[in-house]
């Protein structure tokens, strides 16, 4: 509790807006006055030393007396489910409770997380870039690194590890084997140390440890106070070197994994994505749900070696941003980072598998429901350039910008045909030639029909006569403005140095950013939307509900 008051104490100054917001609003809501965190802080050191534990467990005990206890059972409405009358229900509730507890016995645990601390890797080259004030490494291990030091988070700091690799290399055979992987991070334990000690070690410490799987690698971030980050730091390490999925892991992901299937069958949106991404990647295993059977069959054995397999050797980057000194992060990132087992230290080991044969022609769907949600769903797109087709990709998220207002205007407030509407432009950074601009939206069953002939219609015009003046000069101004604001935060260049190599992009890019989106031309747009906004490039899905 100290900890987390310190830490909020000393990053207040510069904490998110939403952030303080939400904070006043739930002081008002409970009638208390509001106070800042040094003033909690003050408040908590004066407290604390006269709470002791006999105080603590006499207050909680007072809390379960066991005399006034509400038992309440949530059960799908589902035909032949058996229902126990209130006598069963609490018959079975008193049987629960007389079972003998035994008293938690206390164990020695490990009071440290490392035995021997890694030998810090050498680096075999760097380079730097004045303009954006950034360092990037590449580690005689093959780990490439970039280093941004900034304060404009006080006394705060992120690491984002990527390691390439996982669903794309899956194949119909062991799919599945990158989710189960990803619980290492997420309930965190290594071969010697279960998730519990790992937790206990981690008490006390402001530093935030976990991650999981994208479609093309997994991630690891580590975040939090700059004091504390090279405590954060080992437990990357150990992940990265000896990870653990455990038991208890598993079983809670499959029985969630499961539930999930069975909630999806009677979901009109769930539905609606699963039978696009069919239909955009040509029924791919990769896409599709796991079955129950395949719930069932994974095991901790199969996706630990899979697992371990690409820690072993996949491709590793590095993004290290924040209020910490430019040398100490080079110096903490060579000895937990730079320490890893070498791998090759090229970007491209997946390129074979990035390139995907997407079906030719347009591709149009419809799926039918059985659901008591009396909403439609829809969406519609056309392929285009992934993110390292740069000023394309630039130019779809301009356009998507300019069709996110028409759309809204003319389909949900002029027409009153959905409930919602956007415009979307995914980068999909795992195929070669793999975006999309879209729209997605829902709507009432018997206007869902009409609500997505006119949607395409709407951008089918803009695609034949482009924006108008006022769009163009909006849109240049909505850019700036976000982008601007974007680059000062932190988490952007977490985001834009985590993956710098892996996907082929450069930080040249990254300075003519806002530069294009702030000044491109009708002219420069259009040649890209003409370009991929033609019936080949074509996918849409309905899915209605039946009774």
Known sequence: MLASAEQAAKTEATQDMHNFLGRMNGDVARGRKPMSAQQRLELLNALMPGIALEEVSKSFASYFDGQNVLYMLEL??????????????????????????????????????????PAPGK???????????????????????????????????????????????????????????????????????????????????????GGGAGRDHFALTVSGEPKDFE?????????????????????????????????????????????????????????????????????????????????????VEVAFVGDMPLERMVELAARYLGALPKRDAKANHLDDLRKKDFPAGAQVATVEVKTITDRAEAVFGWRTPDERSVHEFRMIEAASMILRGRLREEIRENKSLTYSIGSF????????????????FSADPAKVEEATKLSKEVILKFAAEGPTDEELETTHKQFKTELDKNYEEPGTWVSILGDLDFHGNKLEYVKQHIAEMSTFTKDALMAVVKKYLVEDRYRQVIATPVK
């Open 76 to 117: 799908p409405e589902k035909e032949g489910l058996p229902v126990p009358t209130d006598a069963e229900f609490l018959a079975a509730a008193k049987e629960a409770e007389g079972v003998d507890v035994q008293p938690w016995a206390a164990k020695e645990r490990p009071t440290s997380l490392m035995e021997q601390e």
């Open 425 to 440: 432009a995914d980068s999909s950074s795992m195929f070669f030639d793999g975006g999309l601009l879209g729209t997605v």
């Open 123 to 209: 680096i075999a080259s760097q380079e730097e870039d004045a303009d954006l004030k950034i360092r990037s490494v590449t580690f005689e291990n093959g780990v490439h690194a970039h280093f941004r030091s900034m304060d404009f988070k006080k006394n705060q700091a992120w690491c984002r590890i990527l390691i390439g690799g996982g669903l794309i290399q899956e194949t119909a055979a062991n799919r599945g084997a990158s989710d189960v992987a990803a619980l290492a991070f997420q309930q965190t334990a290594t071969r010697k140390l279960d998730s519990t000690t790992v937790r206990d070690l981690m008490t006390g410490k402001n530093v935030n440890v």
């Open 231 to 315: 405590e954060g730091l080992r437990l990357a390490y150990l992940l990265l070197t000896e990870p653990k999925i455990e038991d208890s892991a598993l079983k809670v992901w499959k029985e969630r994994t499961l539930q999930s299937l069975e909630q999806l069958k009677t979901n009109v949106r769930g539905q609606m994505g699963l039978k696009f991404r069919q239909e955009l990647y040509d029924n791919d295993p990769r896409f599709d749900v796991l079955s129950p059977e395949r719930v069932d069959a994974l095991s901790a054995a199969e996706a630990q070696a899979w697992l371990e397999g690409i820690l072993k050797s996949g491709f």
